[in-house]
């Protein structure tokens, strides 16, 4: 059974930092792409960042570029999300999504974690 679990997430004042962690298991980490996306109250679910366990390109959405950085770690089949410069609108819950060739633009990946919740006050 393929699993994906999420942590990190909290309470944090603009300005501040947050680093997501997403734990995967059930699945032959090297061989898929690991995405952030996040879903704010009454909107669509969009994506953040992902990283190739293949070759560790990255890609990220414009409104997060130079602020968050994304990563791997092959040993512990964990993927992070590092989020510094937080502002009231990354306030959203954050998904880790698996699937072997994806980018963030595609909605569409087999496995999905249960979400983890950002919130950042002014």
């Known amino acids: 059974e393929v699993q994906l679990v999420e942590s990190g997430g909290g309470l944090v004042q603009a300005g501040g930092s947050l680093r997501l962690s997403c734990v995967a298991s059930g699945l032959s980490f090297d061989e898929y792409v690991i995405a952030w996306f996040r879903q704010a109250p009454g909107k669509e679910r969009v994506g953040v960042s992902c990283?190739?366990?293949?070759?560790?390109?990255?890609s990220y959405a414009d409104s997060v570029k130079g602020r968050f950085t994304i990563s791997s770690d092959h040993a512990k089949d964990t993927v992070y999300l590092q989020m510094n410069s937080l502002k009231p609108e990354d306030t959203a819950v954050y998904y880790c999504?698996?699937?072997?060739?994806?980018?963030?633009?595609?909605?569409?990946?087999?496995?999905w974690g249960q979400g983890t919740q950002v919130t950042v006050f002014a």
């Open positions: 999504a698996a699937d072997p060739n994806n980018g963030i633009s595609n909605i569409d990946y087999d496995y």
């Open positions: 990283i190739s366990s293949v070759d560790d390109a990255t």
